[in-house]
């Protein structure tokens, strides 16, 4: 099995090799598919992200939830040295910054933002995933570190995390460390993958 390093260089080629038109048409079907799922049609708070990187363009779902009437969140780094997200309120005329890593987040003060525990859906980008649920991100951890109180609870998981990824960023084992927090669902162009 490839080390976690060679897995994420081979799997973010993979994902950036798809040329605009295919990336548009793969995302657009993958969020079709998401849009009709009880895991995003029953959440009212809804956390989202920006589409960096060769990643899904999740922007047709955070259309589709603000026609809905729920609450559309994007990630804000704590301040340097916690590692951890915190979510900030998004609308459309939301003010947006790059941050440290130039990933466009909110621009608002401290007072606005929300802690992890109190969404009810995360969407969450991706470099791999197996048919486990294991996620392997950019390597910065700060997902894990966001949500590792999931790890601690037996029967209430709030917020339950979707990885969006395209198919071809599917493989068959992810080697899995105790921090990492697992998937409750992935979606992919070809539907959504469900995990015990």
Known sequence: MPNRSDQRRQLRSLRCALDPAEHQRRSQQLCRA?????????????????????????????????????????????SVGHNRLWFARYE????????????????????????????DLVLAPLVGFDRLGNRLGMGGGFYDRSFAHLLRRRHWRKPRL????????????LPARDWDVPLSAVATEHGVIEFQ
Do not use: C
């Open 162 to 173: 979707v990885g969006l990824a395209f198919e071809r960023q599917g493989v068959a084992r």
């Open 34 to 78: 998401l849009a009709r799922h009880p895991l995003f049609r029953n959440a009212r708070r809804v956390a989202a992200y920006l589409a960096a990187d060769g990643e899904v363009d999740a922007h047709p779902l955070i259309e589709r939830a603000w026609s809905m009437g729920k609450q559309v969140y994007l990630p804000v780094l704590r």
């Open 92 to 119: 459309p005329d939301t003010p947006l910054v790059k941050n440290r890593f130039g990933i466009a987040e909110p621009d608002i003060d401290h007072t606005r933002r929300i802690e992890a525990f109190a969404l």
